[in-house]
């Protein structure tokens, strides 16, 4: 090559990113606090928030601080909290009866929250992991190797009513059983619950990356086994189309919002489902994302601020409307300036 070697281009993209003005006018997506939904876990009594092993920096919170933590939260621009119980393993049963008490934490973490601000959107999961001893999202049938479809449809929508009765703006069936957004949907409308949304985690892969948070809620074991495989219910990793059917059929019952989960390893299905609906699209970037990150930073392998970022602008980009992270306080308050 001569020294004064020249392309003969038209095109050179390399001209929008000369300087940081120019890259700024010209960048498509942009992440702003009003995109973030923040999980937060809830647990009983007047303990002090107590840490997660395996996600730095996310607390079980008490009531009283959950509350504050929603203010924190609303006061940064986060609109949105998804509360999560951890139950006294006391309470857990193989049915899980208590996701149908009046009295159950959860709905006392709603009902606390909601009065203190309620400004902020409170979201509940419809399923019954926090409840059984098991650990499966719904009740076994009698040969105890499997969720029962039917039966737990049947719990579900009495528990989006109580959900609903305790104020939530959204409930989200997490449980992936047949025919529950659309069983929910009739159950909140016959309790005159018209205006209570359904966030459908419609597309939610039976995926490793939950592993943190099953330590969270104490689900990780299996009663009798040490490896709780929710197969029969949760997506298999390897589909696609699959989740396209999954959208439709959420949709057709009722759901105003669908979900995808995870989110950072499911881009193409981000993607896909935005294609597959106009109905507003939530990701959910789960534990196992959030503890990724952490755990490369802490090696000093990645840094953290830059990944946190880069993970979540890539959600947003496949086609993400919302996004369900555990990084939603740090970011709105970077966000925020
Ligand atoms: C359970 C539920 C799970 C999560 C949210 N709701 C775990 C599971 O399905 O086993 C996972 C969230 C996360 O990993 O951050 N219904």
Request: proline share 5%; hydrophobic share 45%; glycine share 6%.
């Amino acid at each position: 090559m001569p020294d004064n070697f020249k392309l003969d281009l038209k095109e050179r993209p390399r001209r929008l990113r000369r300087n940081a003005s120019l890259r700024a006018m010209v960048e498509e997506t942009v992440l702003r606090p009003a995109d973030f939904i923040a999980p937060l876990f809830v647990v009983d009594g007047k303990s002090r928030p107590e840490e997660i092993k395996s996600m730095p920096g996310v607390f079980r919170l008490n009531i009283a601080d959950l509350v504050k933590e929603c203010r924190a939260l609303h006061k940064l621009g986060v609109p949105a909290v998804a509360l999560f119980p951890k139950l006294d393993p006391k309470l857990k049963d193989d049915e899980g009866t208590q996701a149908l008490n009046e009295e159950t934490l959860v709905l006392r973490a709603v009902r606390a929250v909601k009065k203190a601000v309620p400004e902020i959107v409170v979201i509940t999961d419809v399923a019954l992991d926090p409840y059984t001893t098991h650990g499966h999202d719904g009740v076994l049938n009698a040969a105890r190797d499997d969720v029962e479809n039917d039966r737990t449809v049947a719990i579900l929508a009495k528990m989006a009513v109580l959900q609903a009765r305790a104020g939530v703006d959204l409930v989200a069936p997490s449980d992936m059983m047949d025919g529950r957004v659309g069983a929910i949907r009739r159950a909140l409308d016959a309790a005159d619950f018209t205006g209570t949304g359904i966030m459908a985690y419609s597309a939610k892969y039976n995926s490793a990356y939950y592993g943190p948070f099953r330590d969270a809620v104490g689900s990780a074991k299996a009663a009798g086994t040490n490896l709780l495989s929710k197969a029969t219910y949760q997506m298999n990793p390897a589909n696609r189309r699959e989740a396209r059917r999954e959208v439709q059929l959420d949709v057709a019952e009722g759901a105003d919002i669908v979900m995808v989960k995870p989110a950072g390893p499911y881009l193409d299905i981000i993607c896909e489902v935005r294609r597959t609906t106009s109905r507003p699209v939530a990701a959910y970037q789960v534990s196992g994302e959030y503890a990724q990150i952490h755990a490369a930073a802490r090696l000093g392998w990645l840094d953290l601020e830059r990944c946190r970022h880069e993970s979540l602008l890539a959600i947003k980009r496949a086609g993400a409307d919302m996004i369900l992270t555990y990084f939603a306080k740090d970011m709105a308050a970077v966000l925020k300036g």
